[in-house]
């Protein structure tokens, strides 16, 4: 993985808001092409928004694209285009909750913090609470930090994430015990799958009416305009001329 490979920040960061809610095999597919086309925070922050879409197809959970470019921003305006190394500091960037921050601590300013993704939450679920339902995250981050190797912090987090994934291929998943598990609502037919459908076709077709864009899909005026108004108020896209299209900047 060559997020693993690299000490920037910048790159590391990238890494981290593809892998909030993609498998790592499609990361891998976008990771450098995505750096080829904005290796830094100027280069996001300055890019025309359809531009980063387009590179984000294929991802999903296009929000995330969203937050990217606007964390890229902030990061050009309130820190000269250095990503900040204190949580507090990172908390309040587009995007970024408290593990995306610990890993980013732990992983690009090798800091000795305590972080729970989902795999480090199913080795300790595994070892430590093995007879036990609804475990919550604040009854884990003790033992995470009794157990942290202060010394090779990224050794010892990649090491946990690695033997996670594995767990998962062995038997049940431990996860299902933890009072945060929820199960990934269905894509196909979703709600999720109308926006992404919407971009899509905007990145093609420049500007359509609402009845065009249905008509396109092949889906309802209804569903459609419902899942339009959300990105409108989201700011991926606007209205223009009585037709919608991805919005330049945002």
């Known amino acids: 993985m060559p997020w693993r490979q690299t000490r920037n920040p910048y790159h590391i960061l990238v890494?981290?808001?593809?892998?909030?809610?993609?498998?790592?095999?499609?990361?891998?597919?976008?990771?450098g092409d995505f750096l080829a086309k904005f290796p830094d925070f100027r280069t996001l922050a300055g890019a025309p928004w359809p531009e980063v879409m387009a590179v984000w197809q294929g991802l999903g959970y296009n929000r995330r694209a969203l937050s990217l470019k606007r964390l890229a921003q902030a990061v050009m305006e309130n820190w000269g285009g250095v990503l900040p190394a204190k949580e507090e500091d990172l908390r309040s960037l587009p995007?970024?909750?408290?593990?995306?921050?610990?890993?980013?601590?732990?992983?690009?300013?090798?800091?000795?913090?305590?972080?729970?993704?989902?795999?480090?939450?199913?080795?300790?679920?595994?070892?430590?609470?093995?007879?036990?339902?609804?475990?919550?995250?604040?009854?884990?981050?003790?033992?995470v930090a009794e157990t942290l190797d202060h010394e090779r912090v990224r050794d010892w987090y990649y090491a946990l994430m690695d033997y996670g994934v594995e767990l998962k291929k062995t038997g049940p998943n431990p996860n299902r015990r933890s009072a945060h598990y929820s199960r990934q609502s269905p894509f196909n037919g979703s709600n999720r799958e109308?926006?992404?459908?919407?971009?899509?076709?905007?990145?093609?077709?420049?500007?359509?009416?609402?009845?065009?864009?249905?008509?396109?899909?092949?889906?309802?005026?209804?569903?459609?305009?419902?899942?339009?108004?959300?990105?409108?108020?989201?700011?991926?896209?606007?209205?223009?001329?009585?037709?919608?299209?991805?919005?330049?900047?945002?």
């Open 95 to 143: 995007g970024i909750g408290p593990a995306t921050a610990g890993a980013l601590l732990a992983f690009a300013f090798e800091q000795p913090v305590t972080f729970i993704e989902t795999n480090i939450r199913r080795v300790f679920l595994h070892f430590f609470f093995s007879r036990r339902t609804g475990i919550t995250d604040g009854e884990i981050l003790p033992l």
């Open 15 to 31: 890494s981290e808001i593809m892998l909030q809610q993609s498998q790592v095999e499609r990361v891998m597919g976008k990771y």
């Open 194 to 250: 109308v926006r992404g459908r919407i971009l899509q076709t905007l990145l093609s077709r420049p500007a359509l009416s609402v009845e065009e864009l249905a008509r396109t899909m092949g889906i309802s005026h209804t569903r459609t305009r419902a899942a339009l108004e959300q990105l409108l108020a989201e700011g991926f896209v606007i209205r223009h001329d009585e037709k919608v299209c991805l919005a330049r900047h945002v």
